[in-house]
């Protein structure tokens, strides 16, 4: 399962993301935690100390490593230098998986032991002064795009992927690639600003959006997120000794994190499961092609002198039985 935690700057969605993946990771399950936000703070909220979380390889730093892996031997890609970040698989491609050992795993991914098991971490890398009006921050989430365009993922495997609800992911159709997205939200007008705001690109793909409302302090609180967002609104979680604590760099044992947190996590995974059975990898597979297509005709093509539309092979489809060359 592919999932998305998305919110405001300092709505704490890298904390509530960090506390699903420990839920998982207790509960034996195989996980991939990604941190594509501007801000990396994933690999600290999941227990590293600053510098451990500091020299965690970049995968924007390794992305013609990433590019060169996934092209395979896919015809209709000539070379790696004219692919995209919405460069889609067809016949030939390499494919990944959550559970396997590759190339790309062993140049970005990094195991985190935490209570009750290990979960694989990448992160885009630190947003840098280089990259400012030359790349662009998406030039780094672009490894991210290119993974989740390549994975094939099953039941009860879990891809979590902590990311900005800028205006970026919808400009490349990162945001359609979850089956689940969870939109963390404060009880402000600010906090539900955003969700409206995703609400809105996403009416017309499909998109599964939840809300989780955090900081909530009361009924007050619960009325209000209850009215701005509706049926939407999944569940709510308040202050938490356990997370205080963590902060403070005093983290306990993640089974004492408070009940109330723990059956919120429960209905996050619920919720998750639940779009198993929601999958089309046709349509997936399709909107691939539209925004690459969007994509290729805006820049892409100006920037590597390719028609990249040529890329797209009609005939493909992605999705668990594909198989994929070594």
Aim: hydrophobic residues 40%; negative net charge.
């Amino acid at each position: 399962m592919k999932i998305a935690f998305v919110g405001k700057g300092g709505s704490g969605k890298t904390t509530l993301s960090s506390l699903f993946i420990r839920h998982l990771a207790a509960a034996g399950a195989p996980v991939v935690a990604v941190d594509a936000d501007i801000n990396q703070h994933l690999g600290c909220a999941l227990g590293l100390e600053e510098s451990r979380a500091a020299a965690l390889p970049a995968m924007g730093d390794r992305l013609p490593l990433i590019k060169d892996y996934l092209r395979g031997d896919n015809p209709r890609i000539a070379s790696a230098e004219t692919m995209i970040k919405t460069t889609p698989p067809g016949e030939g491609s390499r494919l990944l998986r959550v559970t396997e050992d590759n190339p790309v795993y062993d140049a970005c991914a990094r195991e985190v032991e935490l209570d009750g098991g290990a979960v694989r971490l990448m992160v885009t890398g630190p947003f840098t002064d280089a990259d400012l009006g030359v790349a662009c921050y998406h030039s780094k989430t672009g490894a991210v795009e290119l993974f989740l365009n390549h994975l094939v993922d099953g039941r009860d495997e879990y891809v979590v992927v902590d990311m900005t609800a800028g205006s970026d992911s919808f400009a490349s159709g990162m945001f359609t690639r979850f089956d689940i997205t969870f939109l963390v939200a404060e009880p402000t007008r600010k906090g539900v600003s955003v969700y409206r705001q995703y609400k809105e690109y996403a009416r017309d793909y499909g998109v599964v959006l939840r809300v989780v409302g955090n900081k909530v302090q009361g009924q007050d609180d619960l009325d209000f997120l209850r009215a701005e967002v509706g049926d939407d609104l999944l569940v709510t979680v308040g202050h938490s000794d356990w997370v205080r604590a963590m902060e403070k760099g005093r983290p306990r044992r993640f089974e004492f994190l408070e009940d109330a947190d723990r059956r919120a996590l429960r209905l996050l995974q619920v919720a998750a499961d639940a779009t198993y059975e929601l999958r089309d990898w046709e349509r997936y597979t399709q909107q691939m092609a539209h925004f690459h297509l969007k994509n290729a005709a805006s820049w892409g093509n100006e920037r590597t002198g390719a028609d990249l539309a040529a890329q797209i092979d009609p005939g493909f489809v992605l999705g668990e039985g594909v198989t994929a060359p070594a």
